[in-house]
């Protein structure tokens, strides 16, 4: 015992306690520190008490005396506010230090009585995560099971409508067991692309993309810059700007299975002949072929046939268009397709599995809109790229003349709803059925009469969403899911602040929505819908 003091205290312990550093406090610490109390203490019993380097053994732990206060043979240390005691393990990977210029983020403090590097030493070094406390050299949350989320909450994500079941995941309503309890979330924001209408939005199966737009109503406003947004983890993260397509509104996007390709649109008023290929997979953009490539415009459609890109119609800035072509981006070519007779704008264009239908739209003569169908004119047109043939789709039954509506193919049918017919919006749609060549109007009450809305199909069972765009007095936060079995409509609840010109995609079992203008300009935010039946 004679190196030891007549106080029991060992004279190494004294003197490495004097030493300058042993409580100094770091600038950084954990940003997982809500997630550190349990580890704090696993870490605490896998540490070297004693900071010893293969010497000897010269401290005393009152817990390793026997009830005599003899020494037993355990290690030994002493036991001190704020002081980690623990016994050494093989497997203890912690940096040994003498000072804090030893240490790193987020363990940025030395410890020098145990030459370890810690979190915290004292209160002052959890100065960066707000609301923790300092405890076995670990910034923690003071409550057992609340986590730290940035920038400055302990919560329980059990129950945290701002971070239920993981940080920076937020409820609009109220968060249980860690899940939000209604069918609708707040996108996160973080790293999120800017405020925008117009853009282009796809879905990969397991992220969306979201390129383009423009950030006013103000021609040159445009944008070329986007992001993708991953579901599983609810984080935004850009998509590279080298190689994509100048900027540009009222572009169309499709995707392959493996590319978005981007193409048309205007720009600072113009109307653009060109295209870009954005592969997730490696991050890169490839251009479109301009050789042969259709008129330049934009409000024209574009469907994917598992194999070509459709493109056809929209305005070139002077007159609606009849003509298009097919992009195939495996030779990268385009062929054009036959013309019709007279050409349309706004129209819509859905994909059978077999044939392009459009229906819809308007077109201008001598400075008078004709909204479409009229007269002799049907609404809808069928494309068989196979045959390379267009035929008129049967007028019985068919939709008032409109555009700016919405048609998707959902339960073997294609149907039609919304728009403007020039004087009004519209609340009142119908299915077509291309095998038995007959229209069914849909059943109301139905959504409020609207335009520039979106609508995505739901798998499982099939539905189609629909929501937001714009009545005759301005943007709309409403929407409804109808259900094509029972030609019947269920109204969604109020989540998200109004807009038009917005993006939605379909993630299989639920929606996205982006972006868009409202009442006072361009939005930067969004919701998901996730059903849970």
């Not at 445009?222 to 993708?228: C, P, S, V």
């Not at 629909?466 to 019947?488: E, H, I, K, Q, Y």
Request: proline share 6%; charged share 15%.
């Amino acid at each position: 015992m004679s190196r030891f003091s007549i106080l029991g205290l060992p004279a190494l312990l004294v003197s490495a306690m004097s030493l300058p550093g042993a409580l100094s406090s770091c600038s950084e610490s954990s940003d997982d520190a809500g997630s550190a109390g349990a580890s704090g203490a696993a870490d605490a019993a896998a540490s070297d008490a004693n900071g010893k380097d293969g010497g000897e053994d010269t401290s005393i732990d009152s817990a390793a005396l026997d009830p005599d206060g003899k020494e037993g043979g355990g290690d030994v240390g002493v036991d001190a506010p704020g002081i980690d005691v623990g016994t050494d393990s093989p497997e203890d990977a912690t940096p040994q230090c003498v000072s804090n210029s030893d240490c790193h983020a987020p363990s940025g403090v030395c410890d020098t009585i145990k030459g370890k590097c810690v979190d915290c030493l004292a209160l002052a070094d959890c100065a960066a995560t707000p609301g923790t406390v300092c405890s076995l050299g670990k910034c923690v949350c003071p409550t057992a099971g609340d986590t730290w989320c940035a920038p400055n909450a302990c919560v329980d994500s059990n129950t945290s409508s701002a971070h239920c079941g993981s940080c920076g995941h937020a409820c609009f309503g109220v968060c249980a067991a860690g899940q939000c309890a209604d069918d609708w979330e707040p996108v996160s924001t973080g790293g999120a692309p800017s405020a925008r209408s117009g853009h282009v939005a796809i879905w990969t199966g397991a992220e969306m993309l979201v390129w383009g737009g423009a950030a006013s109503s103000s021609a040159g406003s445009e944008l070329n810059d986007g992001a993708r947004y991953h579901l599983s983890t609810r984080v935004w993260s850009s998509i590279t700007p080298v190689g994509a397509p100048g900027a540009r509104r009222g572009a169309t996007a499709v995707w392959t299975g493996a590319e978005m390709i981007v193409w048309g649109g205007q720009s600072n008023g113009a109307a653009l002949s060109t295209g870009a290929r954005f592969d997730p997979a490696i991050g890169s953009w490839k251009p479109v072929s301009s050789l042969n490539a259709p008129l330049a415009r934009y409000n024209h459609t574009a469907v994917w046939t598992g194999t070509r890109m459709i493109v056809w119609g929209g305005f070139d800035g002077v007159n609606q268009l009849s003509s298009g072509s097919t992009y195939d981006p495996v030779a990268d070519s385009w062929a054009a397709i036959p013309a019709v007779a007279i050409g349309r704008m706004q129209h819509s264009a859905i994909w059978t599995g077999s044939s392009m239908i459009i229906y819809g739209g308007y077109s201008e003569s001598a400075g008078i809109d004709t909204y479409l169908p009229a007269g002799d004119v049907a609404g809808g047109m069928s494309y068989d790229p196979g045959n390379q043939v267009w035929s008129g789709v049967v007028q019985m039954g068919q939709p008032s003349a409109r555009a700016s509506h919405i048609s998707a193919f959902l339960h073997g049918k294609m149907l039609v709803w919304g728009g403007y017919n020039g004087s009004s919006s519209l609340d009142t749609g119908a299915m077509y059925d291309p095998a038995t060549l007959a229209w069914m109007a849909t059943n109301t009450p139905a959504p409020e009469r609207r335009r520039y809305h979106t609508a995505v199909v739901l798998d499982n069972p099939a539905r189609l969403v629909v929501w937001g765009g714009s009545s005759d007095t301005g943007p709309l936060n409403s929407g409804g899911v109808f259900d094509p079995s029972a030609n019947g409509w269920e109204t969604l609840p109020v989540v998200l602040s109004a807009r038009w010109l917005h993006s939605a995609v379909s993630t299989g079992n639920g929606m996205i929505l982006w972006g868009g203008r409202g009442t006072a300009g361009e939005l930067g935010d969004g919701a998901l819908y996730l059903p849970k039946n």
